[in-house]
């Protein structure tokens, strides 16, 4: 009998949530193109606006900002830093390979042992400053969940004249955003990571900045992203936004799932390390590591039983390999190299969380018989 997937992968991809399927399947039938002027172009141009707002709402980015669509928040990315104008780029050393490998000359802000940015550092390399300066720091760690100060980063920009962007795929849907508040100028949303399609993102613009376009062709989106809008796609990020903010109560409650992953293991493995488990994290994602085990070693198994989880990013494209982050954070090669990465999403339930502690304990007892025979 074929073991019933347990997906525990979720910072990686969301699985689309019915309610943005169904409408999906509604603008799917229509063939209409939003730069068209005639009933059925005006009626896509109507579901990309409505998503517009949709989105606008789960940010509370207020009148003044500005929704860009995307292909995904890796175009996103891609467009804020290499379109701002900015002559200096300064990104931490935890960002989404999409922000760290977008500019070749971006400054490397170090973090903190404990996975958090270091603000001194930051300030101190502003000391003097006098060029245009981009910060791109992410709100929450796709990898460890853990939330960085945003609010001080402000702060330090403010005071030294810097323009600030933040990546916010793994904090929409699961922390309350408030942009206005925020105060930052660029923010960067994805589809498939709160329960839309995957190929939608977005990059909000505030405080009346705007990006130079990096894709021609067309005077789609404000004149910044040419080419016609998917608008299924878009139609489907909009509900999920929808979504998102309704089921926020419920996604904070993950946390008890998370919490028993997390002294489960451990009692089965007291040696097990759990990153930023005394720190601000989202209510999801845990990341720990079991010194012996390997990160390819433990993927393969749980991916036998039927368990999807991984060790880090997705976006290293079907790699096993040392979490940059993780390296960031000075953890050893061979303890970074030994990482898990359990992410919870809408579907995860407690059965989901028994089946994987029950198969990850099989798989800690082979590999304690095998260091104890070494």
């Known amino acids: 009998m074929t073991q019933e997937l347990t997906y525990l992968d979720h910072n990686a991809t969301t699985p689309l949530k019915p309610e943005v399927r169904e409408i999906m399947l509604q603008k799917l039938s229509s063939p209409g193109n939003a730069s068209a002027i005639h009933k059925v172009g005006r009626t896509a141009r109507r579901d990309i606006e409505e998503a517009r707002v949709q989105i606008m709402r789960l940010v509370n980015a207020g009148s003044r900002a500005v929704v860009i669509f995307t292909s995904g928040a890796t175009e996103a990315n891609n467009l804020v830093l290499k379109g701002c104008g900015c002559e200096r780029i300064l990104v931490s050393a935890i960002e989404h390979p999409s922000v760290l490998q977008a500019r070749s000359d971006s400054e490397i802000i170090p973090v903190l042992l404990n996975g958090v940015i270091d603000l001194a550092a930051l300030d101190k390399m502003l000391e003097g400053n006098d060029r245009s300066t981009l910060i791109s720091v992410m709100l929450v760690n796709n990898e460890t969940g853990i939330i960085q100060p945003i609010d001080k980063v402000m702060e330090i920009a403010k005071k030294r004249g810097a323009l600030v962007h933040t990546d916010a795929v793994q904090a929409a849907g699961r922390l309350p955003l408030d942009l206005q508040k925020m105060g930052v100028d660029y923010l960067t949303l994805s589809a498939h990571k709160i329960g839309g399609p995957q190929g939608a993102g977005c990059l909000i613009l505030s405080n009346c900045v705007s990006v130079l376009p990096q894709i021609f ?98 976006c290293a494209s079907g790699t096993v390999k040392a979490s940059h982050v993780l390296k960031a954070m000075d953890v050893a090669e061979a303890e970074a190299g030994s990482a898990l990465r359990v992410s919870l999403g809408w579907n995860s339930t407690e059965k989901d969380v028994d089946y994987f502690i029950q198969k990850w304990s099989e798989m800690y007892d082979r590999v304690k018989s095998r260091l104890s025979a070494a």
């Open 217 to 314: 062709g067309g005077n789609q989106e404000k004149n910044m992203r040419a080419g016609t809008e998917s608008v299924a796609a878009i139609a489907g990020f909009g509900k999920a936004a929808e979504l998102a903010i309704r089921d926020m109560a419920a996604f904070q409650k993950l946390s008890v799932l998370r919490d028993k992953v997390e002294t489960e293991l451990k009692r089965i493995a007291p040696a097990l390390h759990i990153f930023g488990r005394d720190m601000l994290r989202v209510a999801n994602t845990t990341m720990f590591t079991l010194a012996g085990a390997s990160s390819e070693t433990q993927l393969i198994a749980l991916d036998l039983a039927g368990i999807c989880v991984s060790n880090g990013s997705a």
